[in-house]
């Protein structure tokens, strides 16, 4: 279960949230792609005990997760998932994007 | 054509409004405050523009049709913590083409905790689709991470965020306006509960009901009044399409301009309001303005200019001390200046010629992507 970056078929720019127009070549048809892991940039603890996290990606790609399974430190490679429940090993969930736009 | 700023409102702003208040009303209120302000009555509004998060179902014309006010001209902005400069910046022009002569810009919000919850759940589709699931309830983790990067490469600490949040309690005792008041010290500061690490209670603003105004008019028709006349307004928006590490802020690109348009530089302004939605974009803003130098000492800036109130910062205790009424946040900072420009600013008054505003909002996903700076000098 990874997490799911949209792809400009056209030059292969990579985003999330998704966009309508991509902004290196303005084209307009973009893939779904699978991300299986990413780099932990950033974390934060809440009060309420969730960690949060920052993770890049290839191609200027920055997810904000929640680390599930464990915790992470900044430099990490992390796996990523879309489903918060894929918990029995460390991993960033990352809210699947909605194809609404 | 130069343009002014007459008359200043704002609704007392409450952490706990009471039973039956309205968004509607508490605008009205903000709004009739200025207009008396400036010497004016509703008959003599011809433009009118408002932002506001909670007004659904109504919009600008409800509020205009149920004030009375007959236009010529009207807006509705949706921009957050930077809808004070980009509706200033249409008012602007749009009394310069003589499409209206006397503009009243507004925003406000009940912000009470159902409607705080109900904002940041559905900020956008963006925070709706991939920031609520984690689950996240507003952007506090958002800047908390954007803090820690500020902190990494400045290398600063929390102390010296504490600061500015002392200073603005500082300046809030001199505003019976604020919602907090009694003095905040940096033991207290440091000793709060964390709210997402490294943010404690004090870096974040106290949600409030309430609403701010400002009238602007042509200069001929402020003859003889106490006046802020609007020497420059530039804005940005999405100046980063929310990649990066969010340091920078639209004001950027935009504030080089606003000082060159005002004829004001940025280490000569008497009085600043930049956007407090957290310390970290106060230093954030301070730099990109161009009051911060690239390259300074900002824990040194922090201590020796804003701790020690030398500089006259967010004089009404920013939002941070006087609370940030939704929408009416970046609206608060111009309220203030223009009370300090025409010399109603009480016991925190400063002895002040020119003046700059800054707005930051709209965080699209990791951070703001509006920006404006507003650039206003006292004349009479
Ligand atoms: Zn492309």
């Known amino acids: ?101 | 054509m130069a343009v002014s700023i007459i008359g200043a409102g704002e609704s007392p702003y409450t952490r706990h409004p009471q039973p039956g208040t309205t968004t509607s009303r508490t605008l009205a209120d903000a709004i009739g405050r200025a207009l008396k302000d400036a010497g004016l009555t509703p008959g003599d509004v011809d433009g009118f523009a408002v932002s506001s998060f909670t007004l659904d179902p109504d919009h600008a014309i409800d509020l205009a049709w149920k004030m009375g006010f007959e236009l010529s001209w009207l807006m509705q902005d949706t921009n957050g913590g930077a809808s004070a400069g980009n509706m200033l910046q249409h008012a602007v022009h749009a009394i310069t083409a003589g499409d209206a002569s006397v503009i009243v810009v507004a925003a406000g919000d009940l912000m009470d905790h159902t409607a705080f919850a109900k904002l940041v759940a559905r900020y956008n589709s963006a925070t709706e689709n991939h920031l609520s699931p984690l689950p996240l309830a507003g952007p506090n983790a958002l800047f908390a991470m954007l803090t820690s990067r500020q902190m990494e490469k400045f290398g600063l600490v929390r102390e010296d965020y504490g600061r500015i949040a002392v200073a603005q309690r500082q300046w809030a005792a001199g505003n019976p306006g604020a919602v907090y008041r009694t003095p905040l010290t940096l033991d207290d500061y440091l000793g709060a509960p964390l709210v997402a690490e490294p943010l404690g209670r004090f870096d974040c603003v106290p949600p409030v009901t309430g609403a701010d105004a400002v009238v602007i008019v042509a200069d001929e028709r402020a003859d003889g009044k106490r006046k802020a006349k609007v020497l420059s307004v530039t804005a940005s928006y999405n100046a980063d399409n929310q990649v990066g590490d969010g340091l920078q802020t639209g004001l950027r690109k935009c504030a080089p301009l606003a000082w060159e348009r005002a004829g004001v530089s940025p280490e000569d302004v008497d009085i600043i309001s930049v956007y407090d939605d957290y310390p970290a974009m106060v230093v954030a803003q301070l730099m990109d303005i161009g009051v911060v130098t690239d390259g300074a000492d900002i824990a040194e800036f922090i201590d020796t200019r804003i701790h020690s109130r030398d500089l006259a910062l967010n004089t009404s205790g920013g939002q941070l001390s006087a609370g940030q009424a939704g929408s009416a946040g970046g609206l608060h900072g111009l309220v203030e200046a223009a009370r300090q420009l025409r010399g109603q600013a009480g016991d925190r008054q400063v002895h002040a010629k020119t003046a700059a505003v800054s707005g930051y909002g709209m965080v699209l996903y990791r951070h703001g992507s509006c920006a404006n700076l507003t650039v206003l000098e006292a004349g009479q």
């Open chain 1, 1 to 101: 279960m990874s997490a799911i970056i949209q792809t400009c078929t056209n030059c292969s720019a990579s985003y999330f949230p998704a966009r309508l127009i991509c902004r290196h070549c303005h084209g307009t048809e973009f893939a779904d792609d699978k991300a299986d892991t990413g780099v932990v940039e950033t974390t934060t603890r809440l009060s309420n005990g969730l960690q949060i996290a920052t993770i890049t990606c290839p191609g200027d790609v920055y997810l904000i997760a929640r680390i599930i399974g464990g915790t992470a430190d900044a430099g990490d490679r992390i796996r990523l998932t879309n489903d918060p429940n894929d918990d029995t090993a460390v991993a960033a969930f990352v809210p699947l994007h909605g194809t609404e736009l």
